[in-house]
């Protein structure tokens, strides 16, 4: 690898391009090394590992090359925000996803905001949290048999929101579902 080479940064699960920076030899095998993106700074003139200020490091999975071997891909996890105005991405927000509402709730949940009915919940605690989820568990049964599609669809994405509540009130997250579910699927 001679002088620098742009590094175009995926979310593993989205595939949403978060970020593009620049790598030399010395940002790659750190990048390597520690599993964690690296680039060479063009303005700080110096290495850089992404989330060295803020702890939202980007947790390489896999690294590819283009035709030309010219630019790096590489697919990460992201662990928080990757742009630094607080964004999943440099380029614009994700699509809505459940794992995106899973990293509202969760900032959320840590933020000071005290109007915010997301750490309301938290702070009422896990008895709290456990009855909206089977209120609204509820709710979704009656809506079920009702011919409001709307309706619905609104309870059930009140009840998708609880349990992810609930997943984070248990220390757990969607893809410790996700695994629990693959996991059978094997069987």
Not at 62 to 78: M, Q, R, S, W
Request: with cysteine; aromatic share 6%; charged share 30%.
């Amino acid at each position: 690898m001679n002088g620098l080479i742009p590094c175009i940064v995926q979310d593993l699960k989205t595939n949403q391009v978060l970020m593009l920076g620049f790598m030399n030899q010395e940002a790659y095998n750190k990048t390597i090394k520690e599993s964690k993106v690296c680039f060479y700074s063009r303005t700080k003139k110096r290495l850089w590992q992404k989330g060295e200020g803020s702890g939202n490091h980007l947790i390489v999975k896999e690294i590819l090359t283009d035709c030309d071997n010219d630019t790096l891909l590489i697919k990460a996890e992201a662990e928080g925000a990757t742009c630094h105005t607080g964004a999943y991405s440099c380029f614009g927000e994700e699509e809505f996803s459940l794992k995106g509402l899973e990293k509202i709730i969760e900032k959320r949940k840590n933020s000071q905001d005290s109007s915010s009915y997301t750490k309301s919940l938290f702070e009422e605690g896990l008895d709290r949290i456990i009855q909206k989820v089977g209120e609204e568990a509820i709710e979704v049964v009656i809506a079920s048999k009702n011919e409001d599609d709307e309706d619905f669809k609104n309870e059930t994405s009140d009840l998708l929101y609880h349990l992810i509540v609930l997943l984070q009130a248990k220390g757990m997250r969607l893809e410790d579902i996700e695994k629990t579910l693959e996991l059978r699927h094997k069987k």
